[in-house]
């Protein structure tokens, strides 16, 4: 079977060997196994941590998380009940069908609307769907947002961010092109100090890196010697890189020494927020490829 619907998860196969695996809890990503030009044999693209929670008790340590519609702490006043990146990546969501399944690409639809548990901590009417594809070196994954008000309502504000956990040796990988945006580096101390401009024309995460890139260029490129994959967005105009080195023994759901096994490279509408009119839509679309 091309598409496994399964209790609580989903598995989808391409006919030429790729796969993937995706809760319904969080429409979280947590397996992708794909062959590249050079290398047919499927092997595993993202990281999940090894103490990762996969039963639906909390948000899961790796993988593709689906941030909205805050990233990091709220600080829009609508989303003051919310916890850190919002609520999509801790909430149930429905498989909505299955959108095409050839070769050209396995996909299938989840939407998440407002339930009793979301309404009492956001108030605001929205419906999510989330459509992955997995074709045979790819996965897409496009967020459409739809701001469900009346018209009279107010537009909708919202953050989103795609938090792919890249499967890679942290102390071997880099990332392209960075050079020349500005950042707001999250592991400075002094405030007054975070804005800075990227100077290194290969990012790479060998110390604590926590940086937020605005108005990045939407590709991306992050290589090993012995892996490669192409990150490109649409609509998504920033770009987190995350990995947080030793300060990663502090997350409880953190396997030992998994911050060596992987890159967070994120791309989301992160730096203030997009603003959604009623009865609109807005589509945020990622390929990962992989290269190597
Ligand atoms: O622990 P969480 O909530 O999954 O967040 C992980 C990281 O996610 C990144 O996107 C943030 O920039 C980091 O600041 C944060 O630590």
Not at 130 to 157: C, F, I, M, R, W
């Amino acid at each position: 079977m091309p598409i496994d619907l399964q209790t609580d998860k989903l598995v989808l196969q391409h006919p030429k060997g790729a796969s993937a695996e995706l809760l319904l809890y969080g429409a979280t990503i947590i397996s992708w196994k794909s062959g590249s030009v050079t290398n047919a044999q499927p092997t595993e693209r993202l990281f999940v941590s090894g103490k990762a929670a996969l039963d639906g008790s909390k948000p899961v340590r790796g993988g593709i998380p689906v941030v909205f519609p805050c990233f990091g702490a709220p600080t829009h006043p609508e989303h003051a009940k919310l916890g850190q990146h919002g609520f999509a990546r801790s909430e149930t969501w429905t498989f909505d069908g299955i959108v095409m399944d050839n070769e050209a690409g396995v996909s299938i639809r989840l939407t998440l609307e407002p339930t009793a548990s979301i309404a009492a901590k956001y108030e605001r009417p929205f419906h999510l769907a989330y459509v992955v594809t997995l074709a045979e070196h790819q996965l897409s994954t496009d967020l459409h947002v739809k701001n469900t008000g009346l018209s009279t309502s107010p537009p909708l504000e919202f953050q989103a961010l795609l938090h792919n956990y890249i499967r890679v040796n942290s102390s071997e990988v880099v990332v392209t092109p960075l050079k020349g945006l500005t950042y707001y580096d999250k592991t400075e101390p002094d405030e007054q100090l975070r804005t800075k401009v990227e100077a290194r024309g290969q990012v790479d995460v060998k110390k604590y890196t926590d940086f937020v890139y605005q108005n990045a260029p939407g590709t991306y490129e992050v290589t090993s010697p012995t892996n490669k994959i192409e990150v490109r967005a649409v609509n998504f105009k920033d770009v987190v890189v995350w990995n947080p080195q030793q300060e990663g023994a502090k997350i409880a759901d953190m396997e030992d020494g998994g911050w060596e096994k992987y890159v967070c490279v994120e791309p989301g509408y992160v730096h203030g927020f997009a603003t959604l009119p009623a009865g609109e839509t807005w589509v945020g679309q990622q390929v990962l490829s992989a290269k190597l």
